[in-house]
C-alpha cells in the first residue's frame, strides 16, 4: 500500500499543531509547517483535496503507528529503532487533486509530506528506509511491478514507480486492489525528509515520470530557496 496516501488517512484524527521557535538562534530556521507541502506553484492545475485534508503530528507513537500499518513491507522493530534513533520530532502529509470535480477513485492526486528528525544523517536514513519499502513487492500480491529512476536536478533524490494494472491485479492480484500508476520522488535538505507522490489510476495518459520530476523539481526548489 502507497505510504504517502496511507498515512494521511491514518492521520485524519490527529490535532494539528504549529512549528514551534527555537531557543538557539544559531541554528538554521525550519520552514514553517505550512510551506513544506507541494502547492499550487509546484504542482499547477492541481487543488487542495476537499477529503483527505492536511495533516500535522509530533507523537512519535502515533507515526509509527500509521507508518507500521501503511507501508508496503515494513520490519516494526527495524522501523521503530531507525526512527527514534533519527531523532523523530514531527511529520506531516498533504494531498492536492487535479480536474473540476473531485473523485478518490478517479481523480489523479500528488500527496506531499515531510519527516523532521535531528540531524541530516538521520534524515538520510530514513530516507533510505523509505525508498527500501517503496521497492518491495506487496506481501499478499504479485501485481504491483516496481522500478527505480532516477530523479534530475535533486542531489541524492530517490525515484521509484509502482504501477499495477487492472489487467495485472485480475491475473495475479488480490479481490481488494486497485490499479494504480504511482511516482514517488524523496530527498532531504538538512533534517528533513520530503517525499512526493504522483498518484494515476493506471489509465494511459494521465500520469508520467516527467510530470512527476517536474512538480519534485519545483518542490524542491522552493524549499532550498532560503
Not at 514553517?32 to 492541481?46: E, K, L, M, T, W
Not at 485534508?53 to 500499518?69: G, N, V
Not at 528506509?129 to 506481501?139: F, G, V
Not at 524542491?220 to 530557496?225: E, G, M, V
Amino acid at each position: 500500500m502507497r505510504f504517502a496516501i496511507s498515512l494521511l488517512v491514518a492521520l485524519t484524527a490527529v490535532t494539528l499543531v504549529s512549528c514551534g521557535g527555537s531557543d538557539d538562534e544559531t541554528a538554521a530556521t525550519p520552514l514553517p509547517i505550512a510551506q513544506r507541502f507541494v502547492n499550487a506553484a509546484d504542482a499547477p492545475g492541481s487543488n487542495p483535496d476537499p477529503v483527505e485534508k492536511r495533516q500535522t503530528t509530533t507523537d512519535f507513537d502515533t507515526f509509527i503507528l500509521a507508518l507500521s500499518d501503511n507501508s508496503v513491507d515494513p520490519d516494526s522493530d527495524e522501523m521503530t529503532t531507525l526512527f527514534k534513533d533519527a531523532g523523530f520530532k514531527s511529520a506531516g502529509l498533504d494531498a492536492r487533486f487535479y480536474g473540476q470535480t473531485h473523485s478518490p477513485e478517479t481523480s489523479v492526486h500528488v500527496f506531499s509530506s515531510f519527516i523532521e528528525v535531528g540531524s541530516e544523517d538521520g534524515a538520510t536514513s530514513a530516507l533510505d528506509w523509505l525508498e527500501t519499502d517503496q521497492m518491495k513487492p506487496c506481501p499478499m500480491s504479485c501485481a504491483v511491478q516496481r522500478s527505480s529512476f532516477q530523479v534530475d536536478d535533486i542531489p541524492d533524490a530517490r525515484g521509484v514507480h509502482r504501477v499495477a494494472t487492472a489487467e495485472d491485479i485480475e491475473r495475479v492480484g488480490t479481490n481488494d486492489e486497485r490499479p494504480q500508476d504511482d511516482y514517488w520522488i524523496g530527498f532531504t535538505n538538512g533534517p528533513i525528509v520530503y517525499t512526493m507522490v504522483l498518484h494515476g489510476h493506471a489509465v494511459p495518459g494521465t500520469v508520467s515520470e516527467d510530470q512527476a520530476q517536474q512538480i519534485a523539481k519545483a518542490y524542491y526548489d522552493r524549499l532550498t530557496a532560503g
